[in-house]
């Protein structure tokens, strides 16, 4: 477990961990169906913003039948002499193909023989069945012909129309799409043929153009119904691309033969009070007016073939669910880099904000180039990974933050507080303060007398007299850049020159520097304090101070549950043996300084000094030379080192 956590911590792994976690949740999310919506949406979206390429090759003629057509014939349904005429007007201008998008499964008397022998001796004219058990019969006299397709659509859930079909079966035999039958009648007038595909016999093949049948999971769709040979419908086709007039103008003779020769001419129902209409991607709302009519749709799909058999475009392909998953695992790697590297606020959701308009930008541009790829899982992956990268790492740097606090935060001040944190990843290991070899200068203070000052004071008097003098120290020592090690009874450990290495001896002396001046500092605020202790009746202090400056190793001691940052060797020895060197030195002086060799050699005489004489340490075989210091120079005195001696 703890191998775990630790390789976890890795930041590599930890992204990949995170990414792949995200990864398999928004998969599983839209494996399960409830990003469907969302990804049509964004389809919708994006053909609705398409620009419109074909405008001027109307090859389709509409002839609708309105509201006023109805009520100019005086009913509805039409007789089968109207449609008769109908088609007898268009026939005489030679048009590729007629299609009757009405159900004639009965005849409607009067002219329904005029109208069979019409249908039986035009082949190509196509009219409509409904597919299934529960469908509409094609007229009867077409039974069997080639001259029978269906008009089944296919709508989407939220009821738009996006993909369109060529065959059904039923199981013995295979049934074409009224808008195919219509389209290979123009193309095979263009001598281009349909047929398999060289490369897969299963695939329908429009000249060069090879049409693959949409499958179940296919871009946005989650488990779609994929019976029957289905594909996507661009709508390329600009609004009001196709003519249209009006079966009034038809019988009336009105429409030239321009209008019509070489043309596909659909015959349908426009009138709302025929329920034949539909909703589509450009559908902005539920209103009548978004829907489009069932006659128009097949015009659209007619057309959309035609092009496909003439190489004008090619159908809209998806990518192969590997693909996906290879860009989705990408994206959530993107997302969990982006969530670990940038910790910026503002940079975050600038980065994000630019992550999501690439994609968007990267998913229109290949649409435009008829690939549809799958925005809104890819957006959700590397947003949600890269929220929860940045929620993990900001977890790990609380967690660093309250160690680091909990070691320093009332021991240093706010500015080494600060770089402490802004240093952290070179200053920590595995967790904890990485261990160090450093040169510092380490400071011991204890108080003069204290055992008699304990004895004359009650307890709570001397904790409160106590917490002030340790108070009144720690901020002064903070003040000069020190970092408090330790507190034992009325004694202070502090270190100059940690937690991060000095690497200059410019550096090192100014740690000694401060050390020193910390100390004089320490001991104008015990005669201060001592000041306020005699007006409040309270016993005065002395302190003793020992400065020694070398080379420590540094680090954390203790358990994870208690830790504490701290100095070891040789060198915090001989300062907490020259703060209690001979302590009848200066015993009416409310403080005292004394410092070694090898501080002074860093002190640039900027302090009056006086040599006390060389002494052997408790614990050191070797001598060393003690000093003490008394004040600092003013700026008009000599500031060349020199040693005074007493």
């Not at 929620?391 to 009332?410: D, I, P, W």
């Not at 000095?502 to 520097?513: L, P, Y």
């Amino acid at each position: 477990m703890n191998s775990f956590r630790k390789l976890i911590r890795f930041p590599p792994v930890s992204i990949c961990f995170i990414s792949g976690f995200c990864f398999l949740a928004i998969l599983g999310v839209r494996n399960s169906g409830f990003l469907e919506n969302l990804e049509l949406s964004a389809y919708d979206w994006f053909m609705r913003s398409r620009p419109t390429p074909f405008e001027n090759k109307s090859r389709i003629m509409i002839i609708t039948i309105s509201e006023e057509d109805i009520l100019s014939q005086g009913r509805w349904p039409l007789t089968d002499a109207t449609l008769s005429q109908a088609l007898v007007n268009l026939l005489q201008h030679n048009p590729s193909a007629i299609g009757l998008d009405i159900f004639r499964d009965i005849s409607i008397p009067p002219g329904s023989e005029d109208l069979g022998d019409v249908l039986r001796n035009n082949p190509n004219i196509i009219c409509v069945t409904k597919f299934g058990s529960n469908g509409v019969p094609p007229p009867p006299m077409l039974e069997g012909t080639g001259q029978v397709g269906f008009n089944d659509m296919l709508v989407d859930p939220g009821g738009i129309i996006r993909r369109g079909l060529l065959f059904l079966d039923n199981g013995k035999e295979i049934f074409y799409a009224f808008n195919l039958l219509l389209a290979l009648n123009f193309l095979q007038k263009k001598g281009i043929s349909a047929g398999a595909d060289t490369m897969n016999p299963d695939y329908l093949q429009l000249g060069t153009t090879t049409l693959k049948p949409l499958e179940k999971d296919d871009g946005g769709y989650i488990h779609a119904d994929a019976r029957g040979y289905q594909y996507l419908i661009d709508f390329k086709d600009a609004p009001g691309f196709y003519q249209s007039r009006s079966l009034t103008s038809l019988l009336a003779g009105e429409i030239t033969p321009d209008d019509i020769q070489d043309k596909i001419v659909l015959i349908g129902i426009v009138a709302q009070s025929v329920k034949d209409h539909f909703y589509t991607p450009f559908s902005r709302s539920f209103l009548e007016d978004q829907q489009m009519p069932g006659v128009v749709l097949h015009a659209r799909f007619a057309s959309q073939l035609i092009r496909f058999g003439l190489n004008e475009s090619r159908p809209i392909k998806t990518f192969k669910e590997y693909q996906e998953t290879y860009l989705m695992v990408f994206w959530s790697l993107l997302g969990g880099i982006t969530g670990f590297f940038i910790r910026s606020p503002w940079r975050f959701s600038l980065g994000i904000a630019g992550g999501i308009f690439f994609l968007w930008i990267f998913s229109y541009s290949i649409f435009l180039n008829d690939w549809w790829i799958p925005l809104v899982p890819l957006a959700l992956t590397g947003l949600l990974s890269a929220g929860m990268t940045t929620a993990y790492v900001s977890s790990m740097e609380r967690k660093k933050r309250t160690l680091l606090m909990q070691l320093f935060s009332k021991h240093v001040s706010r500015e080494i507080a600060d770089s402490i944190w802004e240093q952290r990843d070179q200053f920590l290991l595995k967790g904890r303060p990485r261990p160090q070899k450093m040169i510092v200068s380490v400071l011991f203070s204890d108080i003069k007398g204290f055992s008699t000052i304990s004895e004359t004071l009650a307890p709570e008097i001397l904790i409160q007299w106590l917490n002030t003098y340790m108070k009144t120290m720690t901020e002064t020592i903070m003040n000069y850049g020190g970092v408090v090690d330790d507190y034992a009874g009325d004694g202070i450990k502090a270190n100059f020159g940690v937690p991060f290495p000095r690497k200059t001896e410019k550096e090192i002396k100014k740690d000694a520097v401060n050390a020193v001046n910390c100390a004089i500092a320490m001991g104008k605020e015990v005669e201060r304090l001592n000041v306020l202790w005699q007006n409040q009746g309270l016993p005065p202090a002395g302190t003793r101070i020992g400065i020694y400056t070398g080379s420590i190793v540094a680090g954390a001691l203790g358990s994870s549950e208690r830790m504490k940052y701290t100095t070891v060797g040789d060198i915090v020895n001989i300062a907490s043996r020259l703060e209690s060197f001979n302590k009848d030195i200066a015993r009416k002086n409310p403080w005292r300084i004394l410092i070694g060799k090898a501080t002074l050699n860093y002190l640039n005489g900027q302090f009056h000094i006086q040599m006390i004489g060389e002494a052997g340490l408790k614990g050191k075989n070797e001598k060393i030379n003690i000093y003490r210091v008394f004040s600092k120079k003013t700026k008009d005195e000599n500031q060349t080192p020199r040693e005074e001696c007493a």
